[in-house]
T-cell receptor, first 111, second 117 residues
Framework: SQELEQSPQSLIVQEGKNLTINCTSS?????LYWYKQKYGEGLIFLMM?????EEKSHEKITAKLDEKKQQSSLHITASQPSHAGIYLC???????????FGGGTRVLVKP | GAVVSQHPSRVICKSGTSVKIECRSL??????MFWYRQFPKQSLMLMAT?????????EQGVEKDKFLINHASLTLSTLTVTSAHPEDSSFYIC?????????????FGPGTRLTVT
């Protein structure tokens, strides 16, 4: 089965600073999804990456998928308190859209 | 965007009783629905995948007789936790997808916090 490792597990950053979260797969990624979860709530879809070398941005969040399609990073520029939450990467396998999730990264932004 | 609702958002039940959680896709037809469980400070664990009109496919280690899943229509799936015990206390999240292939996105519900006393 596919395993996803996220690092770091938790992160505290000062408001205005940048942060990066990594997601590494044991197998080739067919589709890599980034979600944000506020504590005790559902998941908010951020971005999906499918092609090697692909990069997508939305507002201050940029996600990249490496050429080998085994590692993805999520970068937040000039973080704000609203960026606090749990960031999860998810991947689907070759058989369909059954998602496997990484362990999550808990982000806290200090004002 | 597509909206998925869950009901109830929170439920407290006594040990030994059963509790039903509903997952609805509000503005699209969900061919496939997924049920996840999330323990405190941990990631989501897929429990089962259900397709409308057919039996759910359970992940290894998930008791199908304890976690009954019904996907009776293209907009509703239910998860019933039977004979609940305190160790079943968890955050349950459903997601819904309009298709089965890689090109379809999953839309997540807001989650249901179950506490078994």
């Amino acid at each position: 089965s596919q395993e996803l490792e996220q690092s770091p597990q938790s992160l505290i950053v000062q408001e205005g600073k940048n942060l990066t979260i990594n997601c590494t797969s044991s197998k080739t990624l067919y589709g890599l999804y980034w979600y944000k979860q506020k504590y005790g709530e559902g998941l908010i879809f951020l971005m999906m990456l499918q092609k090697g070398g692909e990069e997508k941005s939305h507002e201050k969040i940029t996600a990249k998928l490496d050429e080998k399609k085994q590692q993805s990073s999520l970068h937040i520029t000039a973080s704000q308190p609203s960026h606090a939450g749990i960031y999860l990467c998810g991947a689907d396998g070759a058989a369909g859209n059954k998602l496997t999730f990484g362990g999550g990264t808990r982000v806290l932004v200090k004002p | 965007g597509a909206v998925v609702s869950q009901h109830p958002s929170r439920v407290i039940c006594k040990s030994g009783t059963s509790v039903k959680i509903e997952c609805r896709s509000l503005d699209f037809q969900a061919t496939t629905m997924f049920w996840y469980r999330q323990f405190p400070k941990q990631s989501l664990m897929l429990m089962a995948t259900s397709n409308e009109g057919s039996k759910a496919t359970y992940e290894q280690g998930v008791e199908k007789d304890k976690f009954l899943i019904n996907h009776a229509s293209l907009t509703l799936s239910t998860l019933t936790v039977t004979s609940a015990h305190p160790e079943d206390s968890s955050f349950y999240i459903c997601s819904a997808s309009p298709g089965m292939s890689l090109t379809y996105e999953q839309y997540f519900g807001p989650g249901t916090r179950l506490t078994v006393t």
